[in-house]
């Protein structure tokens, strides 16, 4: 099993560009999450989703939008991109609580995303 | 809301040192916690979990005692190595899952082991 995975590894846009992080997970969870990580704040939970076909705002959804079209992927998407969006994405899965009581979240490698 | 507030790093150690690492938290209702490890340039890996209180999870020399009384899971290890070196993060979960199992970190504490 690969886990999660994440594409691209490194990107570097300008203001007002646009992409789309890919996340793949292989597992069969039901749940997948994006996160962004900046220096002395954490993790913080940008959206996730609960199932194939329907996603949910986080802690800081502005500025990005999110498909889960497919149970094994979670796409992010930057529509414009700003410098204050310069970050690491970690995308994460989990099975659903009660599944042998695994509840626990595994993620990704990363995405490191640098805007002009 | 939740919270979690964990000690302020960098932490810097010699090998075969003490390590703790301070995490309170707020929540409702009886959340899972967890320790994250965060190794340079990778992602985040669960290091050990407790699931109600007084549960002490372990793992790698790692310990934590999920503490209900002062909302505390302290992580523990007697004698670090030069391998431990890493961001570890706090972090819980919404025990019922009704809200997809989110998970709310702590700041992350950057230890670093000298040889």
């Known amino acids: 099993n690969a886990g999660v995975t994440q594409t691209p590894k490194f990107r570097v846009l300008k203001t007002g560009q646009s992409m789309t992080l890919l996340c793949a997970q292989d597992?069969?969870?039901?749940?997948m999450y994006w996160y962004r990580q900046d220096p002395g704040m954490g993790l913080r939970l940008i959206h996730y989703?609960?199932?194939?076909?329907?996603?949910a705002k986080g802690e800081v959804p502005d500025g990005y939008n999110v498909s889960r079209l497919k149970k094994q992927n979670f796409l992010l998407g930057l529509e414009s991109a700003a410098p204050s969006q310069t970050s690491v994405y970690f995308c994460?899965?989990?099975?659903?609580?009660?599944?042998?009581?695994?509840?626990?979240?595994?993620f990704g490698p990363g995405t490191r995303l640098t805007v002009l | 809301g939740n919270s979690v507030t964990q000690m302020e790093g960098p932490v810097t150690l010699s090998e075969e040192a003490f390590l703790t690492i301070n995490c309170t938290y707020t929540a409702t209702g009886y959340p899972s916690l967890f320790w994250y490890v965060q190794y340079p340039g990778e992602g985040l890996q669960l290091l050990l979990k407790a699931t109600k209180a007084d549960d002490k999870g372990s793992n790698k020399g790692f310990e934590a005692t999920y503490r209900k009384e002062t909302t505390s899971f302290h992580l523990e290890k007697g004698s670090v190595q030069v391998s431990d070196s890493a961001v570890y993060f706090c972090?819980?979960?919404?025990?019922?899952?009704?809200?997809?199992?989110?998970?709310?970190f702590g700041g992350g504490t950057r230890v670093l082991v000298k040889p």
């Open positions: 597992m069969n969870h039901e749940y």
């Open positions: 972090a819980l979960s919404d025990r019922f899952g009704a809200a997809g199992n989110k998970l709310t």
């Open positions: 994460a899965s989990s099975s659903v609580l009660g599944q042998g009581g695994r509840n626990e979240q595994f």
């Open positions: 989703s609960v199932g194939e076909g329907t996603t």
